[in-house]
């Protein structure tokens, strides 16, 4: 499509100047951020290689100035505008969350399905479209979590569930991955979370896993609707709206301050790239240890 619109010839290897005229029509035709972008330079990296070009020398110095330099972009827009910076769920905020789930206008069991969901989005690392469904008057089994893709054993010392993702963003294939989330025992426990919402709803074959009382699935907009309507302004932010993706941000911002690497952290939050490094809102182990050391010199 590119090359139509700007009428280039295709032809391999690609010259700089298609590949400085690509960078910008998918930032600016097709409003892609530098990340996606990073892909597919990848992507066409591996048609050089895959058509007997070792080295296609696409990621020229101008080429990865540039890149670089939409990224530097986008990280002042964040800053600019607060709202678009994405906070982490603290230990504290879920603690919030449970208690305004409680005065939340809704059912019992409908409390416990969100606090299920919140727990294992925290303690797994899932993105939120991992565990529920896309649609509410409809879903498609070949990629939402269903019944039969739960289980819960009584492995480790508070229990586990483990979840079958039918076709995990990092697996380019498509394959089934099973997902392990371990019980802490504690009052976010993901296990004694799920256990306490199973145990209140019918569990049929072949449906959403989570579902309503009465039998609707929930989706990742409504998740997110009530995450806002009781959470928001909520802690020293004043203000703030959490979204779904804050769990994932949390949980990985955690991690790094309690001292694992980079590579597991990347491992945990199943994280094919290292965009994983954006979510460390607490300072790093790594830059911990350093200054340590340079207290010695």
């Known amino acids: ?169 990092e697996d380019k294939k498509n394959r089934s991955k099973i997902v392990d989330v371990y019980g802490t025992g504690g009052p976010t426990c993901p296990v004694q979370a799920f256990s306490k919402w199973q145990a209140r709803v019918s569990w049929p074959a072949g449906q959403p896993a989570f579902r309503w009382e009465d039998g609707r699935p929930l989706t990742a907009k409504r998740f997110n609707s009530i995450l806002k309507e009781t959470m928001t302004g909520q802690g020293q932010e004043g203000d703030r709206t959490f979204s779904s993706h804050c769990f994932r941000i949390g949980a990985a911002s955690r991690l790094g301050s309690l001292g694992y690497s980079d590579e597991d952290v990347k491992a945990m939050g199943r994280w094919s790239s290292r965009a994983f490094e954006e979510y460390m809102l607490h300072p790093r182990t790594k830059r911990a240890a350093i200054a340590k050391q340079a207290k010695h010199l």
């Open 1 to 169: 499509m590119c090359c139509k619109e700007n009428s280039l010839k295709r032809e391999l290897p690609v010259p700089e100047k298609t590949i400085l005229i690509f960078i910008h029509w998918l930032a600016k035709k097709r409003n892609l951020k530098a990340g996606t972008i990073n892909n597919y330079l990848a992507g066409i990296r591996q048609l050089h290689i895959a058509n007997g070009i070792p080295d296609p020398g696409i990621r020229t110095e101008t080429v990865n100035l540039i890149v670089k330099g939409a990224q530097n972009k986008e990280a002042r827009d964040r800053l600019a505008n607060a709202q678009q910076v994405k906070r982490p769920i603290t230990a504290e905020s879920m603690l919030t969350l449970k208690s305004k789930l409680r005065e939340w206008p809704e059912s019992g069991t409908n409390h416990r399905l969100v606090w299920a969901v919140a727990t294992c989005l925290l303690h797994g690392l899932f993105r939120i479209r991992e565990l529920v469904s896309e649609k509410e008057a409809e879903f498609d089994p070949a990629f939402t979590l269903l019944t039969d893709d739960i289980y819960v054993a009584e492995t480790g010392e508070f229990g586990t569930v483990q979840f079958r993702l039918k076709a995990p963003k």
